[in-house]
Nanobody, 125 residues
Framework: QVQLVESGGGLVQAGGSLRLSCAAS????????MGWFRQAPGKEREFVSA????????YYADSVKGRFTISRDNAKNTVYLQMSSLKPEDTSVYYC??????????????????WGQGTQVTVSS
């Protein structure tokens, strides 16, 4: 079993930046792709970004492309989400997740095996 713990959320003004971290333990982190999802109040959880086990492949939702950057440090068992040019509509609880699924289903929530508890990001206008 793997444990995922997110951190780095908070309150930021529109146009600002935040970096989320997700620390993993209990499993061979470097063997798995990782993803970030988010869920706003009253909405379904949605895909944000994913990164392959090696970090060589990344993928972004159109809504965050060019503003968010996903990365990972396998030596530290940590995946990051650098968020820039934040907008009020980015306000959500952000979750990291681990998957053993193939890359072509990386945007699908049900493809992920383990989830963190989430971290709140609030962007004020």
């Amino acid at each position: 079993q793997v444990q995922l713990v997110e951190s780095g959320g908070g309150l930021v003004q529109a146009g600002g930046s935040l970096r989320l971290s997700c620390a993993a333990s209990g499993r061979t982190f470097s063997s798995y792709a990782m993803g970030w999802f988010r869920q706003a109040p009253g909405k379904e959880r949605e895909f944000v970004s994913a990164i392959s086990w090696s970090g060589s492949s990344t993928y972004y939702a159109d809504s965050v492309k060019g503003r968010f950057t996903i990365s990972r440090d396998n030596a530290k068992n940590t995946v990051y989400l650098q968020m820039s040019s934040l907008k009020p509509e980015d306000t959500s609880v952000y979750y990291c997740a681990l998957t053993s699924a193939v890359w072509r289903v990386i945007t699908t929530e049900s493809s992920y095996d383990s989830w963190g508890q989430g971290t709140q990001v609030t962007v004020s206008s």
